[in-house]
């Protein structure tokens, strides 16, 4: 379905040097070994959008080296909604930021869309942030000062859209998160849930090919966490927006296509929904 | 499937028009509009004498008093002084927006926004204020001053005394948006990740 969209570009670039030697979709996986296996066959000439080779990040703490990632391949499809789970300070956040072009990482390359982001001058790297990425955060990060609105339509100032077009596409939004009753309030005067909702409209501003949410429930109750997840899957499944979630939050399993662990900054396995059932069904017996 | 389909190619722009920064600029004047009084009376008090100067050398002028040169020097040093402390004042409180403002700067960047929109951000804020805090101080400082030369305003060089206030406005302005400069580039250096993640 979507693979004529994308012609042949993607194999003519996807040889940029990495460990993609072949062509076509299946030589990433290979280098991730067993981790991607399972789903090699029936994905396995779809479309990327997102690939990380070999991603390591390095921190140094007072002299002190901290391995926030230590090599991580991962391979994300157009449309996909995938989880990466793992305990706090596992390096999930760090991924998170390696994906959405905000950190470099130390070793290791990320394509968006087949291009590499270490070529990106600072111009570009904001334009990928402004039109093709959309960002969700833990802590909603919502501009105070700002409306409902106005916070939606900012990025849409950046992309350069008319008045009409922000004011019409914010309002469209709003309504589609199920808030365009609050679209003149403050962030402070909206509650945890409904801010999340603000941001995840204007995750959505500039029509991005990938959202990100680094744990967008972490803040939230069990209810209203669970909406938000709702939510996240149903413009999933409406608009074909890739999702990309860091999380700890088991709701998040069971809306995932493929859900990756990971653990001291390496990924530990990673699994399709249907896989994980059977864990998960004896996992939530013994925590409901 | 607007979403999905392969990215159409868009012109790459990215752009914060001027009416759009200084909305936005406004607001952040507004919603912390204690500090803003503040630092624009540093503004205010420092050019009000400036124009009081001025204005003070156009009344002796039109009582055809001539100024004594000791005067005239101690004034100008006096000037520059306050100028350089509500310089000082205004880096200072800047630079404590910036530090409260990380997070929206960071998030603004995750949005897209290039450094030199946060540049401008910060740079339009400081103008604003200096503007206003500027023309406040030169009207109160020039009646102040015509206030004491009440006798002589049929002569005073009024011509002048609008060109002085023009000066002390554009200053006022100029000095303004230079002192905000440090803090406006240490904003726009900051790395979107690190913003992120001075919650935790
Ligand atoms: N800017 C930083 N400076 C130093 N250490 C960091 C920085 N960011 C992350 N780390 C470290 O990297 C590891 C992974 O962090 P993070 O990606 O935030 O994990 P998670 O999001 O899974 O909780 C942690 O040990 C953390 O302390
Ligand atoms: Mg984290």
């Known amino acids: 379905m979507a693979r004529d969209d994308k012609l042949n570009g993607s194999n003519g670039t996807a040889a940029n040097g990495v460990a993609v030697n072949g062509s076509g979709a299946k030589a990433p996986q290979a280098a991730n070994g067993t981790a991607n296996g399972a789903s090699q066959d029936d994905y396995g000439n779809q479309e990327y959008i997102v690939r990380a080779r070999g991603v390591t990040r390095m921190y140094d703490v007072g002299g002190q080296p901290v391995h926030a990632l230590r090599g991580i391949d991962l391979d994300i499809r157009r449309g996909e909604y995938i989880s990466i789970m793992g305990p706090s300070g596992s390096g999930k956040s760090t991924l998170f930021n390696m994906i959405g072009g905000l950190d470099k990482p130390t070793e290791g390359t990320v394509f968006i869309d087949e291009v590499d982001m270490a070529q990106l001058d600072a111009f570009e790297l904001a334009w990928l942030r402004c039109r093709k990425i959309g960002y969700i955060f833990q802590t909603f990060n919502l501009i105070p000062v700002m409306t409902a609105l106005e916070n939606i339509t900012l990025p849409m100032i950046f992309a350069g859209a008319s008045t009409d077009e922000q004011l019409e596409r914010g309002r469209e939004l709003l309504e589609q998160v199920g808030i365009g009753h609050r679209m003149n309030n403050k962030p402070s005067q909206l509650s945890g849930g409904q801010q999340q909702r603000v941001a995840i409209a204007r995750s959505l501003a500039n029509q991005p090919a990938i959202i990100l949410a680094d744990e967008p429930t972490g803040n939230l109750d069990q209810k209203t966490g669970k909406e938000i997840i709702e939510l996240l899957k149903r413009l999933n499944r409406e608009s074909g927006v890739t999702i990309i979630t860091a999380t700890h939050d088991d709701k998040m399993l069971d809306v995932s296509d493929r859900i990756v662990w990971v653990s001291d900054g390496k990924i530990e396995k990673v699994k399709r929904r249907e896989e994980v059932d059977i864990t998960l069904g004896t996992l939530e017996g013994s925590v409901h | ?200």
Not at chain 2, 31 to 57: E, K, P
Not at chain 2, 84 to 105: A, C, D, F, P, Q
Request: glycine fraction near 10%; aromatic fraction near 6%.
């Open chain 2, 1 to 200: 499937m607007a979403v999905a389909g392969p990215a159409p190619k868009i012109e790459r722009q990215i752009s914060l028009p001027f009416n759009q920064a200084l909305k936005i600029a406004m607001r952040n004047i507004t919603i912390r509009l204690g500090r803003a009084l503040i630092t624009g009376a540093g503004t205010m008090l420092g050019i009000a004498f400036l124009m009081s100067v001025f204005t003070g050398t156009l009344v002796q002028q039109a009582r055809g008093t001539a100024i004594a040169p000791e005067q005239l020097s101690k004034n100008t040093w006096l000037v520059v002084m306050s100028l350089l402390v509500s310089v000082v004042g205004i880096t200072n409180s800047m630079l404590m927006n910036v530090t409260e403002r990380y997070k929206e700067i960071g998030t603004m960047k995750c949005l897209g926004a290039l450094d030199n929109f946060i540049v401008r951000l910060f740079l339009l804020e400081s103008g604003v204020l200096g503007f206003f805090g500027s023309l406040t101080g030169a009207l109160i400082g020039a009646l102040f001053m015509l206030l004491t030369g009440i006798g002589v305003l049929g002569r005073l060089n009024w011509v002048q005394l609008l060109i002085y206030l023009g000066i002390c406005v554009g200053i006022g302005t100029v000095l303004s948006i230079v002192a905000a400069i440090p803090p406006a580039w240490r904003a726009a250096n900051m790395h979107p990740a690190d913003a992120m993640r001075t919650e935790i």
